[in-house]
């Protein structure tokens, strides 16, 4: 089983660019499919991206389509998540989480994803 640690989070302005990394530790990494959640004061756990265990399928939610991107590096055991254009909107706590299975259609319930961070900050002003 894998432990998950996110960093990258912080304050920027709207318009600005972070990257999230999710550093994994244990041998099987590569086993399992990955996902991005975040979570703002108040509502409930949204799902951000997903993608497969060798990167061959990835899936972004429609509210962040065409400003994030999601990836991984097997080889370092690390995860990403590409932030570009950030509005306000986007503030949130943001989690990564690991999957065994990636069955398609089912990439944006939280359930299936068993293994979970403990979440980084991100503060977009306007």
């Known amino acids: 089983q894998v432990q998950l640690v996110e960093s990258g989070g912080g304050l920027v302005q709207a318009g600005d660019s972070l990257r999230l990394s999710c550093a994994a530790s244990?041998?099987?990494?590569?086993?399992?499919?990955m996902g991005w959640f975040r979570r703002t004061p108040g509502k409930e756990r949204e799902f951000v991206a997903h993608?497969?265990?060798?990167?061959?399928?990835?899936y972004v939610a429609d509210s962040v389509k065409g400003r994030f991107t999601i990836s991984r590096d097997n080889a370092k055991n690390t995860l990403y998540l590409q932030m570009d254009s950030l509005k306000p909107d986007d503030t949130a706590v943001y989690y990564c989480?690991?999957?065994?299975?990636?069955?398609?259609?089912?990439?944006?319930?939280?359930?299936?994803?068993?293994?979970w961070g403990q979440g980084t900050q991100v503060t977009v002003s306007s």
């Open positions: 993608i497969s265990w060798n990167g061959g399928i990835r």
């Open positions: 989480a690991a999957r065994p299975d990636d069955y398609s259609g089912t990439y944006s319930n939280e359930r299936l994803y068993d293994i």
């Open positions: 244990g041998r099987t990494f590569n086993s399992y499919a």
